[in-house]
């Protein structure tokens, strides 16, 4: 059973970074395509990029595309979102989630048969 844990998370300025990472745990991380996504208070959960099994694709959401990149770290298990020129509309909940796909659709991801991790959160000020 593959268990999720964010780390990361944080508060920073309009214009900061952060590096947020996903361990993965009980199970080797490369067998899963990997979200990340994100939910404000009182918004819908939000796709924000996704990374294929062997990381040779990702999908970035236009509302962060050039600001965003995943990438996946095979030997440690793990993978990351940096996140530059962060903006105060940035702040929320940052959540991985791995499925056995391997397509990154947003469209197709099936969030009830998808191992989830608790989040970590994000906050930008201005």
């Known amino acids: 059973q593959l268990r999720l844990v964010e780390s990361g998370g944080g508060s920073v300025q309009n214009g900061g970074s952060l590096k947020l990472q996903c361990a993965g745990f009980?199970?080797?991380?490369?067998?899963?395509?990997v979200f990340w996504f994100r939910q404000a208070p009182g918004r819908e959960r939000e796709a924000v990029a996704c990374?294929?099994?062997?990381?040779?694709?990702?999908n970035i959401a236009d509302s962060v595309r050039g600001r965003f990149t995943v990438s996946r770290d095979v030997a440690d298990n793990t993978v990351a979102l940096q996140m530059d020129n962060l903006k105060p509309e940035d702040t929320a909940n940052y959540v991985c989630?791995?499925?056995?796909?391997?397509?990154?659709?947003?469209?197709?991801?099936?969030?009830?048969?998808?191992?989830w991790g608790r989040g970590t959160q994000v906050t930008v000020s201005s």
């Open positions: 989630a791995a499925d056995l796909s391997d397509v990154c659709s947003y469209a197709n991801f099936d969030a009830a048969t998808a191992f």
């Open positions: 990374i294929s099994k062997s990381g040779g694709s990702t």
């Open positions: 009980g199970n080797r991380l490369d067998y899963y395509e």
